[in-house]
C-alpha cells in the first residue's frame, strides 16, 4: 500500500525530531551528567589505578569493570623464604593514583609511587625488586624495626632490678631489636575489609633476642584519597618489657634511583635534639640554637652536613633524635592528622613533591643515608649511592631504657594489661 504524501511528511519530520533528540550533543550530555554523578563510568585517574594494578598482576585480557575504585587493594607472591613460605606483597592504590606496596618481610614498605608538580608518577622510597636482596642486603629498607627501634647502650637495661643483656649488633651498642629483629621476620598480611590497607601481625615469643615478654604486634599501613599514608602500630606483652617501634622507610623526594638527597629542603620543628657520643648513643638532650643540627626553618640538607661539629663526626652526618614539639592547635590540618604533632616536613625543589610527617610520638630520627655505599642496587636498577635516601623515624629517643625517669626522657615500658599505641601520618603534596 502507497503512503500519502502527507503521511510521508508527517513520517520524515518525525524521524527528524527523533534523530534530533538522539544527537550528539544530547548523547555527550547524557555522559558526562553519569560521569559527574559516578554512576556507570570510570574516572581518567581511576582507568589509571586500575591499568596500574592490572599490569602488576600480569593480567592480559581486560575484565568488565563496574566498581569505583577497582583492583585498589592487590595481593601477589613476592618471593619464597629458604623453608619454603611464601611472601606476599600487598599493593594499595587510591584514586589519584597514588601506590603503597607492603611486603611481609619485615612488614616492609617497598614503594611510595607519587605525582610530582607535573603529575609525572614515581617511585619515592627505596627497596629491592626481588626477596633475596631483602634477606641478604636490607639495611633495614621499609621495615618495622624493633622491639626496640634504635639503639640501647652496651646492650644492657633493667627492669625491676633485674639486669637484661641484648645482643651488641652494631659496634658495643643494640640496634634495632638486634640480630634477628621485627625487620628479618615473616609478618601475616591480611586486607583490611573497611578501608584501603593491609595489616600485619607477628608473635614474637617471650625472651627473643633477651627481651621479656611474649608480644604480639600488629601494624596497619592505610591510604587515603588525600595521599596520606598511615601507619599504625600496636603492640601488647605479657610480661613487663622496653618497646620503640617505628617505620625506617628511606626517601628520595626526586624518585628512587636519584644520587642525592643533600639538595632537598627539611623542617624539623624541634628545638631540642639527642646529642650522641661517638658510637651514636645519647649522652643529652641540647638545643638546636646554634649549631647545624637546627632546622626549624627550611634548610638545604647538604648545606652543613660536612660543617667539623662533633655531632656530625660522631655520626658521619645526621643519625639523630630531634625532639617533636608538642602542638595543640589543629587549624589547617586534616582530618587524618589533627590531633598529632608536626614531626617533619621535606621538599625536593626539582621535582615539587613534599612530604609532611606528623605522629604522636615524642622524637624523630632523622638519619641521612650516611652508610649507603653504592653497594645496594636499587628497584629501579640503580646503585644508592652514599645520601641517596634520607630517614624520618616517628620513635621515642634511642636508649630510652637506661634513662627512665630522668627529666625529659618518654617512657618506653610496655606492661601487661597495656596497649602500646603509635600512630604517624606520611602526607604527599606537590608545588
Request: proline residues 6%; hydrophobic residues 35%; negative net charge.
Amino acid at each position: 500500500m502507497k503512503m500519502s504524501a502527507s503521511l510521508q511528511t508527517f513520517a520524515c519530520l518525525f524521524g527528524l525530531v527523533v534523530l534530533a533528540s538522539c544527537s550528539p550533543t544530547r548523547i555527550g550530555g547524557d555522559l558526562m551528567t553519569k560521569i559527574k554523578e559516578g554512576r556507570d563510568y570510570l574516572s581518567e585517574k581511576t582507568k589509571h589505578s586500575y591499568q596500574s594494578s592490572k599490569r602488576f598482576l600480569g593480567l592480559e585480557d581486560e575484565p568488565s569493570i563496574v566498581a569505583n575504585k577497582p583492583l585498589s587493594v592487590s595481593v601477589r607472591i613476592f618471593g619464597e623464604l629458604p623453608d619454603g613460605e611464601k611472601i606476599r606483597e600487598f599493593r594499595l592504590v587510591n584514586q589519584q593514583g597514588m601506590e603503597v606496596s607492603v611486603i611481609e618481610y619485615g612488614a616492609a614498605v617497598r614503594e611510595v609511587v607519587v605525582p610530582d608538580r607535573e603529575g609525572k608518577m614515581e617511585n619515592v622510597s627505596l627497596g629491592f625488586s626481588n626477596l633475596q636482596d631483602y634477606l641478604d642486603k636490607s639495611p633495614y629498607f621499609g621495615c618495622i624495626a624493633g622491639r626496640y627501634a634504635n639503639r640501647i647502650a652496651g646492650g644492657r637495661f633493667a627492669l625491676d632490678g633485674k639486669q637484661y643483656q641484648l645482643a651488641l649488633n652494631n659496634g658495643p651498642n643494640h640496634l634495632h631489636g638486634g640480630e634477628v629483629g621485627f625487620d628479618k621476620r615473616a609478618w601475616s598480611g591480611s586486607v583490611l575489609p573497611d578501608s584501603l590497607g593491609a595489616r600485619f601481625v607477628l608473635d614474637s615469643p617471650d625472651g627473643e633476642e633477651g627481651y621479656p615478654g611474649k608480644m604480639r604486634v600488629v601494624a596497619t599501613y592505610e591510604l587515603t584519597e588525600n595521599n596520606e599514608l598511615k601507619v599504625l602500630i600496636e603492640a601488647t606483652s605479657d610480661k613487663k618489657t622496653v618497646v620503640n617501634l617505628t617505620n625506617h622507610a628511606y626517601y628520595n623526594l626526586a624518585g628512587e634511583g636519584d644520587a642525592t638527597i643533600l639538595d632537598h629542603v627539611l623542617t624539623l620543628p624541634g628545638a631540642t635534639f639527642v646529642a650522641t657520643d661517638e658510637t651514636n648513643v645519647p649522652i643529652a638532650l641540647r638545643p638546636v640554637v646554634g649549631t647545624p643540627m637546627d632546622f626549624r626553618q627550611p634548610a638545604i640538607v647538604g648545606s652543613r652536613i660536612e660543617e667539623d661539629h662533633p655531632q656530625l663526626i660522631a655520626g658521619k652526618g645526621y643519625d639523630h633524635t630531634w625532639v617533636v614539639p608538642d602542638e595543640q592547635p589543629s587549624a589547617g590540618k586534616s582530618d587524618s592528622v589533627s590531633k598529632l604533632n608536626h614531626a617533619a616536613t621535606l621538599s625536593d625543589p626539582g621535582s615539587g613533591r613534599v612530604m609532611k610527617l606528623f605522629t604522636d610520638q615524642p622524637g624523630v630520627q632523622f638519619y641521612s643515608g650516611n652508610y649507603l655505599d653504592g653497594s645496594l642496587v636499587g628497584d629501579g636498577g640503580e646503585p644508592y649511592l652514599p645520601r641517596s635516601g634520607l630517614c624520618l623515624e616517628p620513635q621515642v629517643y634511642p636508649d630510652s631504657p637506661n634513662h627512665q625517669g630522668e627529666r625529659g626522657w618518654p617512657p618506653c615500658i610496655l606492661n601487661p594489661g597495656e596497649t602500646y599505641r603509635h600512630l604517624s601520618v606520611y602526607q604527599f603534596l606537590a608545588e
